[in-house]
């Protein structure tokens, strides 16, 4: 069992930045893949960013450019936002899965989710 914590949310105004941290019970960076996702009321939970064991990466288009994931080690997932747009408002969580079928970007590759941090973004 996998225990995902993310961290990182909260209000910001239009333009600002913030980073979003996910930290896993166990090493799942070697055989799997972390990501994140967003949900905002009354709309589907969408992936936003995600990273494999072997370091490729995708981005959903409406975030590149504005999205970074980092990995800081086999258990610490950081997700940098940049100018931060009122649409960008959602829970975020952090999610830990496997490849093969699904994307890395379909919440179907991912059994193990975190609570969600909240990010609130102002005009």
């Known amino acids: 069992q996998v225990q995902l914590v993310e961290s990182g949310g909260g209000s910001v105004q239009a333009g600002g930045s913030l980073r979003l941290s996910c930290v896993a019970s166990?090493?799942?960076?070697?055989?799997?893949?972390m990501g994140w996702f967003r949900q905002a009321p009354g709309k589907e939970r969408e992936g936003v960013a995600a990273?494999?064991?072997?370091?490729?990466t995708s981005y959903a288009d409406y975030v590149k450019g504005r999205f970074t994931l980092s990995r800081v080690n086999a258990n610490t997932l950081y997700l940098q936002i940049h100018n931060l747009k009122p649409e960008d408002t959602a829970m975020y969580y952090c999610?830990?899965?496997?490849?093969?079928?699904?994307?890395?970007?379909?919440?179907?590759?991912?059994?193990?989710w975190g609570q969600g941090t909240q990010v609130i973004v102002s005009s």
């Open positions: 999610a830990a899965g496997f490849t093969g079928y699904y994307s890395m970007l379909d919440r179907r590759a991912y059994p193990y």
């Open positions: 166990v090493a799942t960076f070697r055989t799997g893949c």
């Open positions: 990273i494999d064991s072997d370091g490729s």
